[in-house]
């Protein structure tokens, strides 16, 4: 067996037995040359093997890390966010970055169908998995349909289970966006400035009345979404 192919194949055992799960940094490059008693052409070759299977990725100036399984998202349906991350097998972690009561401004218009005399809560709050930024959620919920969510303080438990467990949605809708990060964003979520992400913006509805409105902020390699359908009538 070649060198590179050792190096490959420790690496990528340690990996898949969970020795180093997803964050763990591996050895740098000079560091696999001391180890193996090879070139550092090769230990490259051996990583660059690695990467294009997805089993690491390179940050500049920083090293190689293990990468995070992408998470599937159904198209149709409205997921916890919690529930995301565990399905990864990753310690999943909340936390609320700020909460604020108002009333309905103009602005809102363009999330949340709300009268101008209105009220609700906007939160921002992110979602890690194994310690790492996974998710931003921006949303707007409106008093009117959920008046019990003013005494929550929202600093426990993400807004999404809060009201999946309180108040039952009788429709939603669903918009998907590729963007680059801008500065907030990308601050709140550990990428590069213009890094690709993954937006889902979705509202719902209770009775005709609009319940909330959330913007979900994925980087966009550790997110993918799913549809299943089937053939109707037309074919």
Known sequence: ????????????????????????????????????????????????????????????????????????????EIHDVRLEVESLGLDYAYRLDERVLRKVTTADSARIDLPGSGRLIDITCRHFAGGRPFCLEERLINLGAVPEAEAEAFDAVAPGSWLLGQIPWSTAEHRIRAVAAGRSAAQALDI???????????????????????????????????AEFAPGANG
């Open 192 to 226: 590069a400035p213009g890094a690709p992400c993954l937006v889902i913006e979705r509202r719902t509805w209770s009775g005709g009345a609009p319940v909330t409105s959330v913007r979900l902020t994925y980087p966009g390699d550790r997110h993918e979404l799913v």
């Open 1 to 76: 067996m070649s060198l590179h192919q050792r190096i490959l194949n420790d690496v990528e055992g340690k990996i898949l037995s969970g020795l180093w799960p997803p964050g763990h940094r591996i050895p740098f490059e000079h560091e696999l040359t001391e180890q193996y008693g090879c070139s550092r052409m090769t230990v490259n070759k051996a990583l660059s093997d690695l990467v294009k299977r997805g089993l690491i990725e390179r940050r500049r100036k920083s090293g190689s890390y293990v990468t995070f399984p992408h998470v599937q998202s159904a198209v149709m």
